[in-house]
């Protein structure tokens, strides 16, 4: 059964630090993982995809690396600002077809402090 | 183009009762997921549905029911509900992105049991 660990559960860091958020899972044969970012009380906001073939995925300020085979994805972001608060969430979709089933972390409750 | 829309939603209902949220895919999308989310358990895969056909099913009882419309419009039916059902109900729309699905979610139905 996949399992997938996200931490630390909460962080808190002041305006224009560089950070990095983890991601673990216990079964490598993924086909893709999806970092999103969740606002309180809202819905879900798909941030990057990788692909089980890719590296990484950039977009902005944000960088996800993915190593399948160890089992870990992390979520960089670069100059963080008060409006990168939220949680982030990460999920990983087993099958390589025939199924839409994400299996997601608790995420982390990241504040960044002005 | 619209995104993923979901109704109502907030929903206060009393134990024993039944409920039926409702999901709306963004135009074009044929796979429709459903996931529960609660402080304790994180989200949850509830199940999908691709071209009206149910696909993929997760751990919940049978209380937990759904279906999909031709429209690809999907609904969600809780029977003789309990006090642990109260949480945010997340509907996801997914399409092919040329190797790989993306889901897209809405922005809940907050479901209280009182």
């Known amino acids: 059964k996949q399992e997938v660990t996200q931490i630390p559960a909460a962080l808190s860091v002041p305006e224009g630090e560089n950070l990095v958020l983890n991601c673990s899972f216990t079964?490598?044969?993924?086909?893709?993982l999806q970092w999103f970012r969740q606002d309180p009380g809202k819905g879900l906001t798909s941030l990057l995809l990788?692909?089980?073939?890719?590296r990484e995925q950039t977009s902005g300020r944000l960088n996800a690396s993915l190593d399948k085979s160890s089992g870990r994805s992390t979520l960089y972001i670069a100059a963080s600002q008060p409006g990168d608060s939220a949680t982030y969430l990460c999920?990983?979709?087993?099958?390589?077809?025939?199924?839409?089933?994400?299996?997601f972390g608790k995420g982390t409750k990241l504040t960044v402090n002005p | 183009k619209a995104g993923v829309t979901q109704t109502p939603r907030y929903l206060i209902k009393t134990r024993g009762q039944q409920v039926t949220l409702s999901c709306s895919p963004i135009?074009?999308?044929?796979?429709v997921s459903w996931y529960q989310q609660t402080p304790g358990q994180g989200l949850q895969f509830l199940f999908e549905?691709?071209?009206?056909?149910?696909?993929n099913k997760g751990n919940f009882p049978g209380r937990f029911s759904g279906r999909q419309f031709s429209n690809s419009r999907s609904e969600m039916n809780v029977s003789t509900l309990e006090l642990g059902d109260s949480a945010l109900y997340l509907c996801?729309?997914?399409?092919?992105?040329?190797?790989?699905?993306?889901?897209?979610f809405g922005p809940g139905t907050r479901l209280t049991v009182t």
């Open positions: 549905y691709f071209s009206e056909t149910q696909r």
């Open positions: 079964d490598s044969a993924i086909y893709n």
């Open positions: 999920a990983v979709r087993r099958d390589q077809g025939g199924s839409e089933k994400l299996v």
């Open positions: 135009s074009g999308h044929r796979s």
């Open positions: 996801a729309s997914s399409y092919w992105t040329g190797g790989s699905y993306e889901q897209y």
């Open positions: 990788i692909q089980s073939s890719q």
